[in-house]
């Protein structure tokens, strides 16, 4: 099956910094990544669409210049949280849609999720 | 917009039962419904995709069925074990969007 990874699982940061997280389609080529956010207890809000070669499409509320979403190529997104404060501490997951021609059009795989403690 | 509700919130049974999760939509055009499963502190794990072209899906113990006409769709876990014990989200997609996710069912299942 489809399979997705995302670096690092776990990341510590202090207030201020910037942090990028990779996602990464393994054995497929992905023209279409989405990035949702899990705050503890709660469910995944989406937060952005990533289509390679273009620029991201946020969600209502989600600021684009604090969250950087760069889609270069078919195999990789990368999403760059900003001078990040605590209250972008939360769980960040990653998945990729399945490619044109496959058995199920539009399933999406899940990355394992990068949790994300800003101090 | 697409809103996803799950009931219950939170459901406890004994080992060995069989139960029910419960997940509407209030946009009946998807495309596709997924059910997940999600252990604390970790990703996702799917269980079952249904195309909405089709009335069920199954997966050993679990039975995931869809209404697309009124909205509906109902996770049956037959013979519920410990193991089981997770949150289950139901996410529904509209043609070419983002799966939009209810809050979850969080499952305990006691011995």
């Known amino acids: 099956g489809a399979v997705v990874s995302q670096h690092p699982s776990w990341v510590i940061c202090k207030s201020g910094t910037s942090v990028k997280i990779e996602c990464r389609s393994l054995d497929f080529q992905a023209t279409t990544m989405f990035w949702y956010r899990q705050f503890p207890k709660q469910s995944l809000m989406l937060m952005a669409t990533s289509n390679e070669g273009s620029k991201a499409t946020y969600e209502q509320g989600v600021e684009k210049d604090k969250f950087l979403i760069n889609h270069a190529s078919l195999t990789l997104s990368t999403l760059t949280v900003t001078s990040a404060h605590p209250e972008d501490s939360s769980f960040y997951i990653c998945?990729?849609?399945?490619?044109?021609?496959?058995?199920?059009?539009?399933?999406?795989?899940f990355g394992p999720g990068t949790r994300l403690t800003v101090t | 917009k697409q809103e996803v509700t799950q009931i219950p919130a939170a459901l406890s049974v004994p080992e060995g039962e069989n139960l029910v999760l419960n997940c509407s939509f209030t946009d009946s055009a998807i495309y596709n419904l997924q059910w997940f499963r999600q252990d604390p502190g970790k990703g996702l794990t799917s269980l079952l995709l249904?195309?909405?072209?089709?009335r069920e899906q199954t997966s050993g113990r679990l039975n995931a069925s869809l209404d697309k006409s009124s909205g509906r769709s109902t996770l049956y876990i037959a013979a519920s074990q410990p193991g089981d014990s997770a949150t289950y989200l139901c996410?529904?997609?509209?043609?070419?969007?983002?799966?939009?996710f209810g809050k979850g069912t969080t499952l305990s299942v006691s011995s």
């Open positions: 249904i195309q909405s072209s089709q």
């Open positions: 996410a529904v997609n509209i043609e070419g969007t983002a799966l939009i």
């Open positions: 998945s990729a849609r399945a490619p044109r021609g496959s058995g199920r059009p539009y399933e999406q795989y």
